[in-house]
């Protein structure tokens, strides 16, 4: 089992920044890719960016390109998701995922951006 907490979340105003951290426990030696994915209210959970330990490498969902930017730090389980020029539309639940045996997910963190 994998258990991941996020924070960093908050609420802020159009155009801010915030980062968030995903930390991960347990089994995470298994872990070989992390992503984040958020759910706006009436909208269903959708890809944000992920990283592959393997390598690295990042991928965004087109609405962030540019924007946000995934990182890790493997020797803490830990990835991070930096979001800048935030837009009222970025408002959502923020949950990080880490694929190892399985899919396993956080609690979710809130992000709310005020326009």
């Known amino acids: 089992q994998v258990q991941l907490v996020e924070s960093g979340g908050g609420l802020v105003q159009a155009g801010d920044s915030l980062r968030l951290a995903c930390a991960a426990s347990?089994?995470?030696?298994?872990?070989?890719?992390m992503r984040w994915f958020r759910q706006a209210p009436g909208k269903e959970r959708e890809f944000v960016a992920g990283i592959s330990w393997s390598d690295s490498r990042p991928n965004y969902a087109d609405s962030v390109k540019g924007r946000f930017y995934i990182s890790g730090d493997r020797s803490k389980n830990t990835v991070y998701l930096q979001m800048n020029s935030l837009k009222p539309e970025d408002t959502a639940v923020y949950y990080c995922a880490a694929a190892a045996s399985g899919l396993y997910w956080g609690q979710g963190t809130q992000v709310t951006v005020s326009s």
């Open positions: 347990g089994r995470a030696f298994n872990i070989y890719s």
